[in-house]
């Protein structure tokens, strides 16, 4: 078997066959961020799976286009937005802003398209109307409208695909307005909630009547609009099953009579410290709680990265100074290679590349993965420790590497020798900053910028980074 996942739909480990078999290009749709907060620990470990995966299928030579959405309106948002007295674009705006900010420190890359929920309500609102049209929605009493789990299933349609479901325990005409639910609440669920007075200016005008959308369909409209009705993969945590992935196939198959999703891929919960994190527990981490206590984007990644996403992972601080030295090794081992010179434009056939292919295409065994890599680091230190490295050799080792981290990002930044031109502009930089020339500065970071390079600025001083 070639590059396979287990599918949740299926629940077993399948051949990955994208819909489109004449050409290489994939779908894949993400849960994106509900940006009401700054994301935590085990939300960035779905969101790293999510980067894996990309990353991967674009190593195996698939044209990717990764959609993640921004969940910018649902009940949450709302109650804050309620709570902090700020308008609805500025209070998201800024966790919007924090989630790419993070995204980048943990090396991902970012999607080709990042869908904000409030930017497709006129896709929200003709989705709606199809499922009233095929008569799987209804408007209620409330003013809102809801869909009919009894009229989906009588068209000869299955609810509980991802998630068994006892359909004993649901009552008809019970209705479940919240966008949270568990499955002993099964219901009818809102596609479109009626303006409550707590909404405050959160509305939009529809057929039914003022009101805002309801978060499940955000997910099937966005995602359907950008890949299509029916795509190959959708990936988010195991958490989202029930309900909301249960939903986003229900509105979807219900409004287009088409499979809507090929490969349905979850990623498994995360605890801190051994325990369901919480903020009473003190081991609830953002990124951002994580870079406070001095550990880097990139050791955490490392940590996310390195047990398998179907396994409950334990993550702790001891694991981020277990993954500090494991990068320590790594970065001895290639730094000793760039002594050498670059890497050559391409790799060779080699055993490691072939035993991390054949790990990761087992439905990405990661831990095969880093054994192939810490044995190859152990060979590569072994052969630069007896001189036997030829520069054309390490140029080639090199390469080889940075095949493997197209993949894992883990790599560390190259210091890239700049033009003179370059470096010269860095200085003019420094002497605004100096003289408190703010906006000069930003001019020249701009200039930079459209000349492909980016100042990072650390405690050793401003480092110049090829973009
Ligand atoms: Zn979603």
Redesign the pocket.
């Known amino acids: 078997m070639g590059l396979s996942f287990f599918n949740t739909l299926s629940r077993s480990v399948q051949e990955f066959k994208p819909l489109d078999a004449s050409s290489k290009k994939v779908g894949m749709?993400c849960?994106?961020p509900t940006v009401y907060d700054f994301a935590h620990i085990g939300n960035w470990r779905t969101f790293v799976f999510g980067d894996l995966v990309r990353r991967y299928l674009t190593f195996r030579g698939y044209d990717v286009n990764h959609v993640m959405?921004i969940?910018d309106v649902e009940d949450k948002i709302i109650r804050r937005v309620r709570e902090t007295k700020t308008t609805l674009r500025e209070f998201t705006g800024q966790y919007e802003t924090a989630f790419f900010d993070d995204m980048k420190a943990l090396g991902c890359h970012l999607p080709n398209v990042t869908p904000r929920a409030t930017e497709y309500i006129a896709d929200i609102i003709t989705l709606i109307e199809k499922l009233i049209a095929r008569g799987i929605a209804y408007k209620a009493n409330d003013g809102s409208v809801y869909f009919s789990i009894e009229k989906y299933r009588g068209c000869g349609c299955l609810y509980g695909q991802l998630q068994k479901l006892n359909f004993d325990e649901m009552r008809v005409g019970e209705r479940v307005a919240s966008d949270e639910y568990e499955k002993e609440s099964l219901a009818d669920f809102a596609l479109w909630k009626a303006y409550v007075p707590d909404d405050g200016e959160v509305t939009w005008d529809s057929p039914w009547g003022k009101g805002r959308p309801g978060?499940?369909i955000?997910?099937s409209a966005m995602?359907m609009k950008v890949l299509g009705e029916s795509f190959d993969l959708h990936l988010?945590g195991e958490d989202?099953k029930f309900p909301?992935?249960e939903d986003?196939i229900a509105q979807s198959e219900g409004a287009t009579g088409k499979p809507f999703v090929k490969y349905w891929l979850h990623g498994a919960f995360l605890l801190v410290e051994g325990k369901k994190m919480s903020k009473s527990l003190g081991n609830f981490f953002t990124l951002r709680d994580l870079l406070a206590k001095g550990f880097t984007g990139r050791e955490v990644r490392y940590l996310l990265l390195s047990a398998h996403y179907r396994g409950t992972f334990n993550f702790t601080l001891d694991g981020l100074t277990g993954a500090r030295t494991a990068l320590a090794r790594i970065d001895e081992c290639v730094g000793k290679l760039r002594a050498f010179g670059p890497a050559a434009a391409t790799a060779p056939q080699s055993e490691v590349v072939t035993r991390f292919t054949t790990a990761l295409d087992d439905d990405l065994n990661i831990s095969a993965a880093w054994a192939a890599i810490f044995d190859w680091v152990t060979e590569t230190n072994k052969r630069l420790a007896d001189g036997s490295f030829t520069v054309a050799a390490a140029a080639t080792t090199l390469a080889i590497w940075e095949q493997i981290n197209s993949v894992l990002g883990i790599g560390a930044a190259t210091e890239t020798e700049a033009p003179a031109e370059i470096v010269a502009l860095l200085e003019a930089r420094q002497a605004a900053r100096k003289a408190k020339d703010f906006k000069r500065s930003d001019e020249i970071r701009d200039e930079l910028k459209a000349k492909g390079w980016v100042v990072e600025d650390s405690p050793k001083g401003p480092k110049l980074k090829k973009l």
């Open positions: 749709y849960c994106g959405n969940t978060w499940h955000e997910c995602s988010g989202l909301h992935h986003e």
